[in-house]
């Protein structure tokens, strides 16, 4: 657990990157409840410019995240850093918008390559990329996927990889991305990792 | 009542929370009782060494045979002190009654109770602790990586749980780690004023890589592994039954500990009248607002035993 001023809005709030309005509403009265200075689920915890610190770090998050332009400047500016521990979520967070509804797109699916049939594994998905001629910055300003997260799922750095419900997501982005079948990278993918990698 | 789930593993389940009179007793019979009509074979153990009575909750007179005799060595093997009760599968472990000083069991004497709880045969062994945060307690509670703490919606009750938290996650962290210098340094992280600066787990295990690399990796099992559960009992208000999200966050926020919210129990007058005549609330009202609550906890555990053995028999 990071301390309150190393967290991102996310976290603050408890809630996935993938938010709706709805759910940052929901968080931000559950959190402004759970730290107003007459809960009794923090008094015998946190001093009272601990609380005034939280308290302003919750409505500072709100304030961003309910704000579409603001947040997606935050998005861009924090969520692509590298250290992408974000909170628990019961909820598998969406792959960052994929590229292929937008009209910006660039029909990478259409490139007549062979992109074979898997096994999907980080060495493959490169290979693929590198057919179509498609610089891997490019995938990550499509997908907004961290350029340095994409490179460590090539080169399959496991222990530097995030946490697997984030990978996940990363993974369905990048397949996306490139046409392939998401479930179909996703399942290789985890698969040659093997079962030590961190859920 | 559903079909019995397939299960051969074992899980404990160490029922505490600190303060007295929130309900540990009574959870840990009642869910021993939902959990045992769901088809597992169920050993209530009365940890409460210091004021054993779960055998009242479930309407049995104070056993002939119990922990004493274990302790006192009168017995050899702990399965020799169980009892069977009128609820199939269900079977109970009496707390000691007359033991003055058995709320401080030698720790040899702990160590080798500790270890015969652990090998009883049965699907769930809930093991129901006194109040307090003594060594003990602390040791059996932590028996568990999933402990449960009951807790009232009340500011002495959660003040107390929060301690009861810490004192027991700091001890399964010290448990862990071998050296002099690492076990001091968990005692310095536990004053949250320490001069280290370390206000976390986190922090703590990138103070223990300065002291060495292995016990902070024993460290960091440690933190993953440590998954504590609550129940909030005698909720009365919509507002109640959230304070044990703040709760979960408070925990998140000051401990860096995922507690689970494993769910609630309502106040309801019926609780008392059971306790009264001696019967469990749900053989004398399962259909009591309360009732329903506990057996709505025995299926979540349930499902989590599922869960696990199906994930470790897939992984092995």
Not at chain 1, 62 to 73: A, G, H, P
Not at chain 2, 261 to 288: F, M, T
Request: hydrophobic letters at 35%; aromatic letters at 6%.
């Amino acid at each position: 657990m990071k301390r309150i001023e190393e967290q991102t809005y996310y976290e603050i709030l408890e809630i996935s990157p993938d938010a709706t309005h709805r759910e940052i509403q929901q968080a931000y009265e559950h959190a402004k409840e759970t730290f107003h200075k007459d809960s009794v689920a923090v008094y015998s915890l946190f001093s009272e410019k601990e609380m005034q610190d939280i308290q302003a770090a919750i409505e500072g998050a709100y304030r961003v995240l309910m704000d579409e332009t603001s947040r997606k400047d935050y998005d861009q500016s924090h969520l692509s850093a590298l250290n992408l521990k974000w909170p628990k979520s019961e909820k598998l967070p969406e792959a960052p918008e994929s590229p292929m509804g937008k009209k910006t797109y660039l029909p990478f699916s259409e490139i007549s390559i062979d992109v074979g049939e898997g096994p999907y594994r980080g060495k493959m998905l490169k290979q693929i990329r590198e057919k179509m001629g498609i610089e891997l910055k490019t995938i990550s300003s499509e997908t907004k996927i961290n350029l340095k997260v994409l490179e460590r799922i090539e080169e399959e750095s496991v222990e530097r990889l995030p946490v697997q419900v984030y990978l996940k997501g990363f993974l369905k982005g990048y397949a996306q991305c490139l046409g392939l079948d998401p479930k179909k990278v996703i399942e290789d993918y985890l698969s040659s990792m093997g079962p030590t990698k961190k859920k | 009542m559903g079909q019995a789930p397939k299960m051969n593993q074992k899980m404990i389940w160490t029922i505490g929370g600190g303060k007295g009179g929130s309900g540990k007793s009574f959870v840990t019979a009642n869910l021993g009782i939902c959990l045992a009509q769901l088809g597992v074979r169920v050993i209530l153990v009365d940890a409460d060494l210091g004021g054993a009575n779960l055998h009242t909750f479930l309407g049995i007179s104070p056993p002939d045979l119990s922990l004493s005799d274990f302790i006192q060595k009168r017995v050899f093997h702990l399965q020799e002190v169980l009892l069977s009760t009128s609820v199939p599968n269900l079977q109970l472990l009496s707390g000691a009654q007359d033991l003055l000083n058995a709320a401080d069991a030698k720790s040899l004497q702990k160590r080798k109770l500790l270890r015969s709880i652990q090998h009883l045969d049965a699907d769930f062994i809930l093991v129901d602790l006194g109040a307090g945060n003594a060594l003990n307690v602390l040791d059996f509670f932590l028996l568990s990586d999933g402990g449960v703490l009951v807790v009232t919606p009340e500011p002495t009750s959660i003040e107390n749980a929060y301690r009861f938290l810490k004192s027991a996650f700091y001890r399964r962290l010290k448990g862990a780690v071998s050296t002099p210098s690492a076990k001091a340094l968990i005692d310095g992280a536990m004053d949250r004023k320490n001069e280290m600066g370390i206000q976390n787990p986190s922090d703590l295990i990138e103070a223990m890589k300065r002291v060495s690399e292995e016990e902070a990796r024993k460290v960091g099992e440690e933190v993953e592994g440590f998954l504590p559960n609550l129940v909030l009992n005698q909720v009365r208000t919509k507002k109640d039954i959230e304070v044990g999200f703040s709760i979960r966050s408070a925990c998140k926020r000051y401990f860096g500990i995922h507690l689970h919210y494993l769910g609630y129990i309502v106040y309801d007058q019926d609780v008392g009248n059971s306790i009264r005549k001696r019967r469990p609330l749900v053989l004398e009202n399962p259909r009591s607002k309360a009732a329903q609550c506990v057996a709505e906890i025995a299926s979540k555990l349930a499902n989590k035993h599922q869960a696990a053995f199906r994930l470790q028999g897939e992984s092995g």
